[in-house]
């Protein structure tokens, strides 16, 4: 027995499918000609993701497969991907209260369905993002939501912390968000170290020294970008994002650091 959930697309910016991920990631001054930021208004609205569960009902703590469908703003279903950023689909995973994040890679089959197995670490409501670019059609991201059995954890408060110093997954991560405004072109900037202070060396995540993704605690608004300009070698990467609404957005960079991804949250407020 499975599960159907069926959820349309709320606004969205994306930035996966663009074909600068397949730049040179040594460039070590930090600027490229014709950067852009890798951000994009014109993703599709009204896609969404058909989600199943196996098990039906699915609980905290226990593994979960979800089988998924895309379907465009005229119902019709995605069968075809093109490859963004080394994989076809992206698909994140955000709790209720932005406290939970996982960035998941589903392959899709002939027909197009996806499959992924996920363990949710706490009960509660979930909202799936997909990133994709249909074949000979522009980026969109369609979403679905779930609903997790088990104990649902009060998430912690969200305070902007976009200056200064963060430390998470092994990192000590110093993080600069410019002054952020709706629609304007906004920096952010990590320097990323080790816990003992050390710079690290960034090694390429899906082409890219780094990703960044914010969720909007109103309205569930959905940003992913890529860097524009980074120095592998010193640890340091810089982002540009435009937000389509004012309010609270959570965001979570990745990095791989000796062999592993690692995950910096940070929490801005956006005028």
């Not at 969205?12 to 991920?21: D, I, K, Q």
């Not at 002939?110 to 249909?134: C, E, K, S, W």
């Not at 959570?250 to 062999?259: A, P």
């Amino acid at each position: 027995m499975r599960r159907l959930i069926t959820i349309g697309i709320a606004a969205a910016l994306f930035g996966c499918g663009t074909r600068e991920s397949e730049r040179d990631m040594n460039n070590h001054h930090g600027h490229h000609d014709g950067v852009r930021a890798h951000g994009h208004e014109d993703s599709q609205h009204g896609a969404h993701l058909s989600v199943s569960t196996d098990p039906a009902d699915p609980v905290a703590g226990h593994p979960v497969t979800l089988r998924m469908m895309v379907h465009d703003a005229d119902g019709a279903m995605v069968r075809r991907f093109d490859v963004a950023h080394e994989e076809q689909v992206h698909l994140v995973i955000i709790r209720e209260g932005l406290d939970h994040f996982a960035h998941l890679h589903p392959a899709p089959d002939a027909q197009g369905n996806l499959m992924v197995t996920h363990v949710f670490p706490a009960g509660g409501i979930y909202r799936l993002f997909a990133d994709y670019t249909p074949t000979g059609g522009e980026h969109a991201t369609a979403t679905g939501q779930l609903t997790v059995g088990g104990p649902i954890p009060p998430a912690p408060a969200l305070i902007p912390n976009g200056q200064g110093e963060i430390e998470s997954d092994g990192l000590r991560a110093t993080v600069s968000a410019a002054p952020l405004e709706v629609g304007a072109p906004a920096r952010v900037a990590f320097a990323l170290r080790s816990a003992t202070g050390d710079p690290v060396l960034l090694e390429p995540y899906m082409g890219e020294a780094g990703h960044l993704m914010f969720v909007g605690v109103e309205g569930w608004r959905y940003v992913h970008v890529h860097p524009v300009g980074a120095n592998p070698s010193g640890g340091s990467v810089e982002f540009e994002a435009r937000f389509p609404a004012p309010g609270v957005y959570k965001g979570w960079g990745q990095f791989r650091v000796q062999g592993r991804v690692r995950v910096v949250p940070l929490v801005v407020r956006v005028e």
